[in-house]
């Protein structure tokens, strides 16, 4: 796989490419939304405008005029906090449309391997293989960390890494926490503390076994990766190259601008001739399964609509990664009576959504055969990135 990063509509844009499928588009992310808003893990100094103790939440200023909703679990840390009063959050989800930017006051530095949080304890991803594993990682970081003030998550990255990058991004996340919060005990209200780059933050979150090449054209990302790789992890400095063929650009090598069109389509049609509607709302995305053209007459009608399911199954978990859909989708497949069909079915989306980066669930299938997934919400849709 290719992680390419190269400007489009005037912003930076992060797209991975799948080689073996004539370098079809994985996935897309656009730097920012144009506005210059406020982004995930950007770390601001707030002033407290409004606290609700009844539900447990108050609204916070991090710019002129951009107020952002934060939450509090602990009721005791609710009552130090007062209205005019400056704090130090962490934005936690952007704006979308009418809803506010929310932030936390539990900040949480994000590295390659691991993620400094508030919590004083040592989790485990779960996607990491072998409980033998786990359980050393997850000792021996409790050892290096003890007595800290602080816990740790360690990410899947970490899984197959040398404990002694792990280690030297431990003490980079100390150093970059004891930094920050220096700063901000002479900052004034509404400063800027903290902001990963675009494009260290696609490097760190990128899994190294998945990418074989890291690719740009602009010469200052060019610098910042290679930067940011040298510090962390030196074991990519390989697969990055800069392109420099001025005759063909970068974007028409890999087709991105019709291939992010055709992402924004609500048809997609499948090689069997059926195909896929995609429809998002405000509640949920509804996915609608159609023969189209895959029309069969004959006694086979219940095998050539598992088949067709099956097809768009594959389809729609591409879709949903490509266009970051999150939140609660709806799969409305062609029905079908054969309860070991629809259990193959079920089986096959839940084996398709492990392998989403992603956290996404398969829940249940309905008496109707419409099929409820639950997707985390990292970032905003495809489309809502472009609108």
Not at 40 to 47: A, K, M, N, S, W
Not at 172 to 186: C, N, P, V
Not at 292 to 313: P, Q, R, S, T
Not at 315 to 342: P, T, V
Request: proline share 2%; aromatic share 8%.
């Amino acid at each position: 796989m290719d992680l390419v990063f190269s400007h489009y509509g005037g912003r930076v844009a992060a797209s991975y490419f799948d080689k073996e499928k004539n370098n079809r588009l994985i996935n897309v992310k656009i730097c920012g939304d144009g506005n210059g808003g406020a982004q995930v893990g950007d770390i601001y100094v707030g002033r407290v405008k409004n606290v609700v103790k009844n539900i447990k939440a108050a609204f916070v200023e991090i710019a002129d005029g951009q107020i952002c909703f934060m939450q509090f679990s602990d009721e005791t840390y609710l009552k130090s906090i007062h209205n005019e009063t400056d704090i130090v959050v962490q934005v936690v989800r952007e704006a979308v449309k009418t809803k506010q930017a929310v932030v936390t006051a539990n900040i949480n530095f994000q590295g390659r391997y691991l993620i400094k949080t508030h919590k004083r304890e040592i989790a485990v991803s779960s996607k990491i293989k072998g409980a033998a594993r786990k359980k050393e990682l997850a000792g021996w970081l409790a050892e290096i960390a003890d007595g800290k003030d602080c816990g740790y998550i360690i990410r899947t990255n970490a899984g197959n890494a040398p404990k002694a990058e792990i280690e030297r991004e431990y003490k980079y996340l100390e150093r970059l926490y004891i930094d920050i919060m220096r700063k901000a005990e002479y900052s004034a209200t509404h400063s800027l503390l903290f902001r990963t780059s675009f494009a260290e933050s696609e490097i760190r979150d990128c899994y190294d076994e998945r990418i074989d090449r890291i690719v740009t054209d602009d010469a200052d990302i060019y610098e910042t990766i290679g930067g940011y790789i040298d510090c962390v992890c030196p074991q990519l400095k390989e697969k990055l190259s800069f392109y420099e063929d001025e005759s063909f650009p970068l974007n028409a090598m890999y087709g991105l601008v019709p291939k992010i069109e055709k992402a924004l389509a609500k048809k997609v049609w499948l090689n069997s001739g059926a195909y896929l509607v995609i429809e998002p709302t405000e509640a949920c995305t509804v996915i609608d399964v159609n023969t189209g053209k895959a029309v069969k007459k004959g006694k086979d009608m219940e095998k050539h609509f598992y088949k067709i399911n099956c097809e768009a199954a594959e389809e729609a978990m591409c879709q949903i990664r490509l266009r970051n859909l999150s939140g609660i989708i709806i799969i409305d497949f062609i029905d079908m009576k054969s309860e070991k069909d629809n259990k193959g079915l079920i089986e096959l989306l839940a084996e398709l959504a492990s392998n989403d980066p992603v956290k996404t669930t398969v829940v249940d299938m309905t008496g109707l055969g419409l099929v409820e997934l639950t997707r985390k919400k990292v970032h905003k849709p495809l489309y809502e990135m472009l609108g």
